[in-house]
């Protein structure tokens, strides 16, 4: 499977940045009508790919880092309009699950799915809107030979997991919690572009540890990981 125009779409500049550097990447251009958006674009050239990467960028009011699904889905149509790519990776960082076997700094591509847990609209016939589900690349191989696991990928826009959130997780089988994934995912299947994601485990959700200490605690050697596993990749995929 031979990409040559790809789009990684990050949260935080603090994942992306490593990446940025390791790949020579440039500031680009953003179309005329995304001006007024926060996300940044990056262009470079990896593996024979050409490569975009679209970062949330900071919020204007807030002066963070936009993450989340609504800056996500901003930046996806921004790099789609942009690089017009054939492939879209939503990268970065992720909770995972004891119960999954997971560590930190263990690799997860997306397979089958990445749906959202936090959407819970009970009106007649909004189910399946809510649970917004989207189906992924079939990079199932290519990850197993790089040593990454798979399995379903779930967004919702909240660091913290909910009681309500903790019930739809383990309903979907979700192993890998994160809050951009489902709508790079949603935007990039509006635009008939197939979509994976490539998270890093952070923190450990089912952990006593509080999250907030364990993803600040771990942040700066997981970024490190999120860079050599997202170059690995473009490597396998790009034409070489
Ligand atoms: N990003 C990193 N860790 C996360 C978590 N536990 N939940 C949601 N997003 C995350």
């Not at 798979?150 to 660091?159: E, K, R, Y």
Request: charged fraction near 20%; glycine fraction near 10%.
């Amino acid at each position: 499977m031979d990409f040559k125009r790809v789009a990684v779409v990050m949260a935080m500049e603090a994942e992306a940045e490593p990446l940025l550097e390791a790949v020579g990447a440039r500031p680009a251009d953003a179309p005329a009508w995304a001006a007024a958006l926060p996300c940044k674009l990056y262009s470079a050239y990896e593996a024979g790919l050409e490569l975009m990467v679209a970062v949330g960028g900071t919020d204007p009011f807030t002066g963070v880092d936009c993450i989340g699904t609504q800056a996500a889905a901003l930046a996806t149509q921004v790099a789609v309009s942009a690089h017009a790519p054939d492939l879209v990776v939503s990268a970065g960082t992720a909770g995972g699950y004891r119960r999954s076997g997971a560590e930190v700094g263990h690799v997860y591509v997306a397979w089958p799915r990445i749906v959202c847990h936090d959407r819970r609209i009970p009106l007649g016939g909004f189910d399946a809107f809510g649970r917004g589900e989207h189906p992924v690349a079939d990079l199932r191989a290519t990850a197993a030979e790089l040593g990454m696991r798979s399995g379903i990928v779930t967004t919702g826009d909240s660091l913290d997991e909910s009681t309500a959130d903790a019930e739809a997780i383990a309903a979907s089988g979700a192993e890998v919690k994160e809050m951009e994934a489902a709508a790079v995912a949603w935007v990039a299947r509006l635009n008939e572009v197939p979509v994976t994601a490539l998270k890093v485990i952070s923190d450990l959700v089912d952990d006593p540890a509080p999250t907030p200490e364990q993803f600040a605690a771990n942040l700066g050697s997981v970024v490190l990981i999120l860079r050599d596993a997202v170059k690995a990749l473009l490597d396998r995929l790009g034409p070489g």
